[in-house]
């Protein structure tokens, strides 16, 4: 597979900022942004940092709306292709969509530490959207489907940890969930300022796929 099996603590580096990646440990001390805020590399400590413009900047934010989704150049191009086909603004539908992938809505519910973690939970098939067993991670979600822990996972250790490593992160508005029962819906599609918690400016996105 083309998916990145390094290690995730080199691409917050690389973008010179937190991407959350790697689950409690980003709210540690261990965090590598915290020990060593330079860009990866033999030599990238001495390195000098330089002004990006132009071309560079977009490629730059669009690098870092994929990591922080875990999403492939392919499949990001997709969701894009989607966005633009949506109605209203296609920055902010690019973002929702890649918001309700069933691998990030884990993530939010906090039954899950990291996307990535959301990806694997519902890829061995402990999940359930409206009754039904769901193991795709880019699953779309809308509103009114609800989204649980199958019964015979209820009790998997994996899950109940982050949901407890989890306790201290609020729910979106746009879901309502129930972690005692570890099960969740979709109230509304998220507004622009719910998307996520590091800053993105999708419209150097928009620029770039626009060229």
């Not at 580096?13 to 915290?34: D, N, P, Q, T, Y």
């Not at 805020?37 to 870092?64: A, M, T």
């Amino acid at each position: 597979m083309a998916r990145y099996r390094g290690p995730v603590c080199r691409l917050c580096r690389r973008e010179g900022m937190k991407l959350f990646l790697k689950g409690e440990r980003c709210h540690s001390v261990k965090c590598a942004i915290e020990k060593r805020n330079f860009v990866p590399g033999q030599h990238g400590k001495d390195r000098k940092v330089k002004k990006i413009v132009g071309y560079g900047l977009q490629l730059r934010e669009k690098q870092k709306v994929r990591r922080i989704y875990g999403v492939l150049e392919s499949q990001f191009h997709i969701t894009y292709e989607k966005a633009v086909k949506m109605k209203g603004i296609t920055g902010e539908n690019l973002l929702s969509t890649l918001e309700r992938r069933l691998d990030s809505v884990l993530y939010r519910m906090g039954l899950a530490t990291s996307r990535s973690q959301g990806r694997q939970i519902v890829g061995h098939g402990h999940i359930n959207v409206n009754g039904r067993k769901v193991n795709i991670p880019s699953f779309i979600v809308k509103p009114g489907d609800e989204i649980s822990i199958r019964e015979s996972s209820k009790t998997n250790v994996t899950i109940l940890a982050a949901r407890d490593a989890t306790a201290h992160a609020p729910s979106p508005s746009w879901m309502d969930v129930d972690r005692e029962n570890l099960k969740g819906k979709i109230i509304s599609t998220p507004r622009r300022d719910e998307l996520t918690q590091i800053p993105i400016n999708e419209q150097l996105i928009v620029e770039l796929y626009s060229k």
